[in-house]
């Protein structure tokens, strides 16, 4: 909603409801509506949440209201916190949560069944259970499966999974997303480096953190820094997405002067102008389909230094077939059109070039990005038009000046 009627309707919510809205709403709406809270209120919303809960929206509220809240909270819930904030937002600690059942592993199942029904419920998503000894350290997991079909008067420790997929809690969350994918996971122990439990991971969490992650690749792609609020100022949104305009707008001007040095050639030969978009064209989709493709399998940790020379050349080669199939095309069609064979024949060379141009920068510029430390989708898509573009026009009216005229 707009800003004036999003606030309008956020007064008209029960204070009891609102911890609950703003750990659903995206970041930039939440900052919208927590800058519309007074300290009383965000003390309100907050004392109604748990520790994982807090952890999440601690972060973004006041200093004053943190540690005031903090004071409010149990021994136990105030280093949950502090736990949870003491992590970076890529890693599992940032993500797990408190919530699990934990048991022995020297009891029968009959003795568990009857635990389990004194609860009052059990946490969201739970599978299993986790053993650990007296000392909290992870012994095995006990699927609910397993618990439920098998024979009541069996020990724990008969039937439980002793090796468990464990995460720790400055593993990257990206690792511990396609891990979840990979082993089909509903939630997962969280052990610190001496085996002993301090959370869990659950699948909520982890389908989360993958919607954000995609919605911050197709940002990135864009040249956009992070998540905009559609509904945000106009001047919000202009220092939002002006960066890369910028540099769009010098790459734009370097293309432009490109075609300048060739206005001779294209002044005695008008039909260039009217095909030179078309080389340009082709060469920026087919290099944003090579650097989608490229950034897709960094993402899936799937490219790694040992194939990425392999995939190089696989690119290159679809773009080179590409390059011939097409370019005789349009070269086939711009013989036709200007009764001119060789203008075809600068066609077919100049736009399998500009494909092959194409397929190497979409490697070497997330490649390179990844390298340097920085996001390889960050603004993949404005360079990769930019040397498309500038790069097509050289090649085509280099060529057209070469053998046309």
């Known amino acids: ?26 970041d930039a709406v939440r900052e919208t509506l927590i800058a519309d809270m007074d300290d009383h209120e965000l003390l309100a919303a907050a004392r109604e949440m748990n520790a994982d809960d ?15 809240l903090m004071d409010h909270l149990d021994a136990q819930q105030r280093e949950r916190v502090r736990s949870a904030l003491s992590y970076e937002d890529d890693q599992v600690g940032a993500l797990m949560n ?53 024979d009541p008067e069996n020990q724990v420790s008969e039937v439980m999974a002793s090796e468990p997929v464990v995460f720790h809690p400055d593993e990257e969350a990206c690792e511990a997303a396609q891990a979840f994918e990979r082993y089909d996971l509903v939630s997962a122990p969280v052990v610190d480096r001496n085996s002993k439990l301090i959370g869990r991971l659950s699948i909520d969490e982890i389908v989360d953190l993958i919607r954000e992650e995609s919605e911050s690749e197709v940002l990135s792609m864009a040249g ?40 001779d050639t294209i002044e005695r030969l008008v039909a260039l102008a009217a095909l030179m978009p078309i080389v340009a064209g082709i060469g920026g989709n087919s290099g944003n389909q090579t650097i989608t493709m490229i950034v897709r399998a960094m993402a899936l940790d799937q490219l790694g230094q040992g194939n990425t020379w392999r995939l190089l050349r696989k690119e290159l080669a679809v773009s080179l077939i590409n390059g011939l199939v097409w370019g005789s095309v349009i070269g086939a069609v711009a013989w036709g059109l200007y009764g001119n064979w060789k203008l075809g024949g600068v066609m077919v060379v100049a736009m399998t070039l500009n494909l092959l141009l194409a397929a190497f920068m979409g490697v070497v510029i997330p490649t390179t990005l990844e390298k340097l430390g920085r996001d390889p989708a960050m603004g993949a898509s404005v360079m990769i038009t930019a040397i498309t573009d500038s790069g097509g026009f050289l090649i085509f009216l280099g060529l057209a000046t070469l053998f046309l005229l």
């Open 1 to 26: 909603m707009p800003l004036r009627e999003r606030l309008a309707l956020w007064q008209l919510v029960r204070t009891e409801r609102d911890g609950d809205i703003l750990l659903e709403v995206s």
């Open 98 to 150: 408190f919530g699990m059942v934990t048991i022995r592993e020297d009891v029968t199942l009959e003795v568990v069944l009857r635990y389990l029904r004194r609860l009052k419920e059990l946490p969201g998503h739970t599978d299993k259970l986790f053993v650990v000894d007296y000392d909290g350290v992870l012994k095995g997991v006990l699927p609910i499966t397993r618990l439920l079909v098998s």
């Open 54 to 68: 807090l952890a999440d929206l601690a972060s973004e509220l006041p200093g004053d209201v943190v540690r005031e």
């Open 224 to 263: 956009l820094r992070e998540e905009e609020d559609i509904f945000a100022s106009v001047w919000r949104s202009v220092r939002n997405r002006w960066a890369w305009l910028a540099v769009n707008l010098v790459t734009a001007f370097i293309a432009s002067r490109v075609i300048g040095l060739f206005n």
